[in-house]
């Protein structure tokens, strides 16, 4: 039972624009074949990665609309409706219906509409007598984008802000634990699956944990619940694992800069909701997809960037030579092969060149587009030297120490002045203890290259309180060199360390480790102390029954407070080993590193750590 | 497969609830109700009637070539004088389908214009109209893609077809390369076979391209239509834009006569 969520999501919203009809309903006259889509913009992101607007046209849409758009009556048509549950929304409805814009109204609600809202709609159509307009009223429990066939946002702006707020009050926090365990519902009704929850102590993790347990053991005794698992009783090696963090985790994620096609496309040209402008070479500015449709950026998306450079290359010269090959074929030149007696065979070839025209056109549009894409970055990756960031900050993280004459080169060199706080805030992560010295010495590089240390100062601070801001480390050192280091001193160390960088890899995140220890459940000092919680379970917990720990197949990771493809793709490389797993990654919104930082950077304004009142990064 | 879950049952019972408490009496409230569950027989323009009658018959045609689908494309079970007919049947039945649909997207201008004068008459303005014509294009272009994509179908069991009578005439010709000094006739019908073979799957492509202009010309249509749904209201926001503005620059205007004429006062009596 693989899960793909892209899928599962897009055949709810099928079934929604079908009049959430069963699929198999045999074509009578009388069924409403045309209709109208009405949505707000929340869930027309919900919808612009899944479905094209050409698509719509196969399901009967005719016409589609954002809600609060002045539209006009069209009278025998029915609307289907596909909206949050929010007040404003609640109005226009009643407004739309008194005025009988179309002929029959389909209610659909991304999540549960809460009885007040309910009351509200009923009174409001009472009063202006419209009820009968009013068809049907759903819940659909889509409330969250799907980027990709296995990761998925919640969409919900400046978590980690609110959640790291020192001001913030018990209400606030609990505000959002309910938004994010509400959004995670969704999900899992969506993928109609009840996992067993894994979390570390402590934190907002644990909170959204334990509150989604209870959501659904409170939605599972009720009638009518989603979960209905026909057949097997639950047996461990059927239900996923659901795993949920928190960013403090592992911030270094959210900030490092990465060499990557997938997260160097997200974080440099800023990819939204699958859609990527960039200036054409005419300097027009070009719109591009970028999702399923396109096979490169499906195969190559995880590739170092000279990779991909290198496969853009050889898919060019194949599509030269199959185009060569064709005009051969059907003497557009002067080729040996053409025989003008031949007049069968000729035919033959022209109609299989006819055949193959679009498709070999499709392979030019995208491989111009990749050339595109790829030029552009060239031109920022030469201009801020992000290759030579990349590189530093994977060789801090791996080694835990940088020579302090290095660190001050890069700061003082190429790179905007976001890319230098980000590798001055990595510089703070990755190691252990940091000299004052060395402290204040990157201070003074950061002022002198006018960068707001607010975020920098911030990091420092939390890292004094001793967040367990994860183990980077420990991860990538094996014994082995540990001991080299201490007998043999800090060269052979190095050498030692550097020849592990050459056999393994990648370093390998801490949580993609912590994943792969859940997911095989074997016992780990690690994962000693992370809760479990069962909602299928009966209440009075037997003890952690031993099933609950055996190897699981299947993942659901969540990150609350923000992710980005670099976390997606390495969990994807995780999935693809041997024995096939498979990881959905999701996240309440993905940010690029200069997103988070600014985040940070308004955490530290609010513990009142700005140095200049100056140069907010806006 | 996740399901939704349906609320309407709870919808009724809030209306229920709300119009008690709103003092409906008991026969008003049961009249409501009732409205939910039996739906008023719907009332449906003509248009509509026809598009529906239209998409009938695209049906009915994709039925009729998913019958014959097999008898077609196996070269023994029909001759090829049965595939010609089929082909000749499944040509006109194409024919009639794409004249519906012109008759409906003429049928949308007349609707249009004549709404027009109406309106011209009672002196209201004419955004009203603009999304049903929007959503009578879209129905036209959804019913020309649907025709479309079924030509393309029959299109491709037609190369099939031709594919195989190419592959048959192929080793013929070998063979009567061998005789071709001592049989001169032989050699002509041969040619002419092959000729008949190049100009069919000359035309081989020829059946969805009709189809295919008359469904990109729909679309041009479309996208123009709703266009005008949005120029509407960006009109309407232009024109209050510019009588905001007309009235401001009138406002300066006065002021600044006014100021020069009490200027002018107030030197000459100075003077």
Not at chain 1, 351 to 378: C, F, G, Q, W, Y
Not at chain 1, 393 to 410: H, Y
Not at chain 1, 426 to 432: H, R, T
Request: with cysteine; net charge neutral.
């Amino acid at each position: 039972m693989a899960l793909n969520l892209r899928q599962k999501q897009t055949s709810c919203i099928i079934r929604m624009l079908n009049l959430n009809q069963p699929l198999n309903s045999s074509g009578n006259v009388d069924e409403e074949v045309y209709k109208i889509l009405v949505y707000d913009k929340f869930c027309q992101n919900i919808l612009s990665p899944l479905i094209h607007v050409k698509e719509l046209r196969k399901y009967g849409v005719t016409l589609y609309f954002l809600i609060d758009k002045e539209r006009r009556p069209v009278p025998d048509v029915p609307a289907v409706y596909f909206v949050q549950s929010t007040k404003s929304n609640i109005q226009r409805i009643v407004a739309d219906a008194s005025a009988s814009l179309y002929e029959s109204f389909h209610l659909n609600f991304s999540s549960s509409i809460p009885r007040p809202l309910l009351e509200d709609l009923a009174s409001g159509t009472l009063k202006t007598e419209s009820i009968q307009r009013i068809s049907k009223v759903h819940d659909q429990y889509l409330e969250f984008i799907t980027l990709e066939d296995s990761m998925f946002s919640l969409a919900q702006k400046s978590c980690y802000v609110q959640l790291n707020d020192p001001s913030a009050g018990d209400r606030d926090i609990e505000e959002i634990v309910e938004k994010i365990v509400s959004g995670l519902f969704c999900v899992l009704a969506t993928l109609a699956v009840v996992p067993i929850i894994r979390c570390p102590r402590g934190g907002p993790a644990e909170m959204v944990a334990s509150a989604l347990d209870l959501r659904l053991r409170d939605h599972i005794i009720s009638k009518n619940n989603l979960f209905t698992e026909g057949g097997n009783l639950g047996s461990s090696f059927q239900r996923p694992i659901l795993c949920i963090f928190d960013r403090n985790f592992e911030l270094s994620v959210g900030i490092q800069h990465d060499f990557r096609y997938r997260p160097l496309v997200h974080d440099v040209l800023g990819l939204k909701l699958n859609k990527l402008t960039v200036q054409g070479e005419k300097g027009a500015p070009k719109s591009y997809e970028m999702d399923n449709s396109d096979p490169f950026w499906m195969a190559n998306g995880s590739l170092e960037f000279p990779e991909v450079a290198v496969e853009i290359e050889t898919q060019l010269n194949k599509y030269k030579k199959d185009v060569d090959e064709v005009n051969k074929r059907t003497g557009g030149q002067d080729g040996a092969d053409f025989d003008s007696q031949d007049l069968i065979g000729n035919t033959k070839h022209l109609m299989n060149a006819v055949n193959s025209l679009p498709e070999l056109t499709e392979r030019k549009k995208i491989i111009d587009k990749h050339t595109n894409i790829a030029t552009v970055l060239l031109g920022e990756i030469k201009e801020r030297s992000l290759d030579s960031y990349a590189k530093k900050e994977n060789d801090m993280l791996a080694k835990g120490s940088i020579d302090r004459n290095e660190i001050l080169s890069v700061l003082r060199g190429k790179g905007s002045k976001v890319d230098k706080l980000r590798f001055a805030i990595i510089y703070l992560l990755s190691l252990e203890t940091t000299p004052h010295s060395d402290l204040e010495a990157v201070e003074a590089a950061l002022r002198e290259s006018e960068v707001d240390t607010c975020a920098f100062q911030y990091v420092k601070k939390i890292k004094s309180l001793n967040v367990s801001l994860a183990s980077v480390n420990s991860a990538s050192r094996s014994n082995i060199v540990d001991w080299a280091e201490k007998l043999y001193g800090q060269s052979i160390g190095a050498v030692t360390a550097g020849m592990k960088n050459l056999l393994s890899s990648d370093r390998q995140l801490a949580l993609t480790r912590t994943v792969d220890a859940l997911m095989e459940g074997k016992p780990n000092p690690e994962i000693e102390s992370y809760l479990i919680f069962d909602p299928r379970a009966p209440k009075s917990n037997s003890g952690a029954s031993s099933h609950l720990k055996g190897p699981f197949k299947e993942a659901i990771v969540f990150m609350i407070g923000g992710g980005n493809y670099m976390e997606y793709g390495s969990l994807q490389e995780l999935a693809h080993q041997q024995p096939a797993k498979h990881v959905i990654y999701g996240t309440t919104e993905v940010l690029t590193g200069a997103e988070f930082v600014e985040q940070l950077t308004l955490l530290g304004q609010k513990m009142g750590l700005g140095g200049s009142a100056a140069s907010l990064s806006h | 497969m996740a399901r939704s879950r349906d609320r309407t049952e709870d919808f009724k019972d809030t209306v229920r609830s709300i119009a008690l408490s709103l003092g409906y009496n008991e026969s008003k409230t049961a009249a409501i109700l009732a409205s939910f569950i039996m739906h008023k027989p719907r009332q449906r323009s003509t248009f509509t009637k026809a598009a529906l009658r239209t998409l009938e018959s695209i049906k009915t045609l994709e039925q009729f070539i998913l019958k014959h689908r097999k008898d077609y494309v196996d070269p023994h079970r029909t001759t090829e004088q049965e595939r010609d007919s089929i082909e000749h049947e499944v040509s006109v039945f194409i024919k009639t389908c794409k004249e519906q649909i012109d008759i409906l997207k003429n049928r949308i201008h007349d609707e249009d214009t004549s709404g027009k004068s109406k309106a011209w008459l009672t002196m209201r303005s004419d955004n009203s109209h603009v999304d049903i014509v929007a959503h009578k294009h879209g129905v036209v272009l959804i019913l020309s893609e649907k025709l479309h994509s079924i030509t393309s179908q029959f299109d491709q069991l037609r190369a099939i077809r031709f594919q195989d009578a190419v592959n048959k005439a192929m080793p013929r010709r070998k063979m009567h390369q061998v005789t071709n000094s001592n049989s001169p006739n032989l050699l002509d019908t041969v040619q002419e076979t092959e000729t008949k073979m190049v100009e069919m799957s000359a035309l081989n492509h020829l059946m969805a391209t009709h189809v295919l202009q008359q469904t990109q010309q729909i679309e041009l249509l479309y996208e123009q239509a709703v266009e005008a749904t949005k120029n509407v209201e960006m009109g309407n926001k232009e024109i209050s834009q510019a009588v905001q503005r007309n009235s401001s620059s009138r406002t300066f205007l006065l002021l600044f006569l006014f100021v020069l004429t009490f200027s002018i006062l107030f030197l000459d009596w100075y003077n």
